[in-house]
């Protein structure tokens, strides 16, 4: 349920979240649903604003068909602004009225920025405290910089740089040091009245909600895709069940370990490609005592043959199941006393979708068809029986390792520089 945010009369005000995700791009061609550690960009902000339950609606403003996809396949409506608000002219605050005045039932909002990945509910959750129990009229993100600043000079105008915050003959050691408050653009909270009386997200009582370095992942400022991917892995949101609890792991065969093709020798023997590195993939999870069974369908021409090669070189089960998967895996989840969360599932088409919508982690191959991609968790960069098994394999070894690891113990302290 929402938080109940009531107004000083007394009334419940409607909150809502907006991210803004314009279609056009000078840098990455639609770079709000490039895939960032297997998940569109756009995807990690609003599985933080969803889960967060602080929110009445949770909005995405863009002029895009495809975003306007992804939107909705993570839980959001979608506000498709006008050309007006849509030219690369036009600014965030423009965009937010206009949504505003268009959705006449929300009383206060939260502007998400989509290329903060590391963003988590809590942090949503604590900075709206600070308006529901403090009555701020505006709330942002700040993050503390340890930065010394100097004045700029323009080149052959014979000026010398000063510092700006700082007296270089009593320069202070970091730990002596408090640093500066900067805005790190993860969120800014605020008011109708705010927005319709003064244009602006930053006015009336304002307050700031102070975010540690790591959660400040600005991908548009300071920050390269691959390095993004690294910080989000290790400190994005991933959602509210932990990874460390999976226990199964089920593949469909055809799509995901095999590139969905049978081969038929001259002599009439029939022949099936897997790729070394998934195997090794799932020699991986089962050395860290993840169950791995191998799902075949009915509708699949491989023989019993080939079925029992694939579990002699996979060392997994294979099951056959019926065209509707979702009772076969019902019944393995109930004779291992297993729940959702505890399963990771790998498929390929449409018939996987309902399992890889209730599956704790979910995932599909990078040429699998839109229906399976917008229901699964994390999109491989690999297509399948190209490796996209042990992609999937690497990553739940990653989150479970994450997910025990003590990050406060292992990383250094700020202070100790």
């Known amino acids: 349920l929402a938080f109940e945010l009531t107004s000083r009369a007394g009334t419940k005000r409607h909150i809502a979240a907006l991210v803004l995700a314009r279609g056009g791009s000078k840098g990455i061609p639609l770079k709000n649903i490039k895939m960032l550690a297997g998940v569109p960009l756009i995807g990690w902000v609003l599985r933080a604003a969803v889960d967060s339950s602080m929110f009445d609606s949770v909005w995405v403003s863009t002029d895009h068909d495809e975003i306007e996809k992804v939107a909705k396949a993570w839980g959001a409506k979608v506000h498709r602004r006008s050309p007006e608000v849509s030219r690369d002219s036009s600014s965030s605050v423009e965009t937010i009225q206009e949504f505003v005045r268009l959705n006449t039932d929300v009383d206060v909002i ?18 709206l405290e600070m308006i529901t129990l403090h009555d701020f009229d505006s709330v ?18 014979g000026d010398m740089t000063k ?7 009593k320069r202070p050691r970091r730990q002596d040091w408090d ?11 605020a008011t109708r009245d705010l927005l319709e009386t003064k244009g602006a997200l930053q006015g009336g009582k304002i307050g700031y909600y102070e975010m540690l370095p790591e959660y400040s992942v600005d991908i548009d400022v300071d920050i390269d895709w691959p390095v993004a991917e690294q910080r989000v892995l290790r400190y994005g949101y991933f ?4 990874p460390e609890v999976v226990r199964l792991m089920l593949c469909n065969v055809s799509g995901c370990l095999t590139d969905g093709k049978l081969y038929f020798s001259v002599s009439g023997e029939e022949m099936l490609s897997v ?40 060392g997994c089960k294979v099951r056959q199941t019926g065209v509707e998967i979702l009772g076969e895996v019902k019944g393995m ?5 297993l729940e959702w969360k ?7 088409d449409e018939p996987d979708v309902v399992c890889l919508n209730l599956a704790g982690l979910s995932a599909v191959p990078r040429d699998a068809p839109v229906v399976a991609v917008n229901a699964a968790k994390y999109i491989c960069h690999s297509p399948g029986g190209m490796g996209a098994v042990r992609e999937f394999a690497e990553h739940i070894l990653l989150l479970k390792k994450k997910a025990k690891s003590q990050m406060e113990q292992d990383r250094i302290h700020r202070q100790n520089f």
């Open 333 to 337: 989840l109930e004779e291992r006393k």
């Open 140 to 157: 942002f993100a700040v993050v503390r910089r340890h930065q010394f600043r100097w004045q700029e000079v323009k080149k052959e105008s």
């Open 179 to 189: 640093g500066e408050l900067c805005e790190n653009g993860s969120f800014y909270f």
């Open 239 to 242: 959602g509210r069940d932990k």
């Open 342 to 348: 505890e399963v990771a599932y790998m498929g390929n």
């Open 163 to 169: 510092p700006l915050n700082l007296d270089p003959a």
């Open 275 to 314: 790729n070394t590195r998934d195997t090794m993939g799932i020699r991986m999870l089962k050395k860290e005592g993840v169950e791995v069974v191998l799902l075949i369908t009915t509708e699949d021409l491989m023989t019993k043959v080939l079925s029992d090669k694939l579990a002699h070189k996979t």
């Open 110 to 127: 939260c502007n998400i920025q989509a290329t903060s990945p590391c963003l988590h509910p809590f942090h949503l959750k604590e900075a």
